[in-house]
Nanobody, 120 residues
Framework: QVRLVESGGGLVQAGGSLNLSCAASGSIFSINAMGWSRQAPGNQRELVARITSSGSTNYADSVKGRFTISRDNAKKTVYLQMNSMKPEDTAVYYC??????????????WGQGTQVTVSS
């Protein structure tokens, strides 16, 4: 069984910053990648940022230069530092875990989501 604990969402004014974190625990043999996606009302879920075990990152064009993803491998935790936030960043943000479970199968797991609201 795997668990993802997300934190750091909330309300911020445009131009402000928030830092999301997501800690993984449970039957995890190794982690391939962790990342964040978001879904605004009426929209499809979209990838925001992703980081692999080797530290390679990729970002949505809409957040490049404003958001930074990082991870602490020892803590199995991924962070998303969000700066210069815009009202269009408002969404539910979901943590994603791409991992190898203890039995050897590759799995994909999603967190419950945390609300981020940016006021204008």
């Amino acid at each position: 069984q795997v668990r993802l604990v997300e934190s750091g969402g909330g309300l911020v004014q445009a131009g402000g910053s928030l830092n999301l974190s997501c800690a993984a625990s449970g039957s995890i043999f190794s982690i391939n990648a962790m990342g964040w996606s978001r879904q605004a009302p009426g929209n499809q879920r979209e990838l925001v940022a992703r980081i692999t075990s080797s530290g390679s990152t990729n970002y949505a064009d809409s957040v490049k230069g404003r958001f930074t993803i990082s991870r602490d491998n020892a803590k199995k935790t991924v962070y998303l530092q969000m700066n210069s936030m815009k009202p269009e960043d408002t969404a539910v943000y979901y943590c994603n875990l791409d991992y190898i479970q203890s039995r050897g199968s590759r799995r994909d797991y999603w967190g419950q989501g945390t609300q981020v609201t940016v006021s204008s």
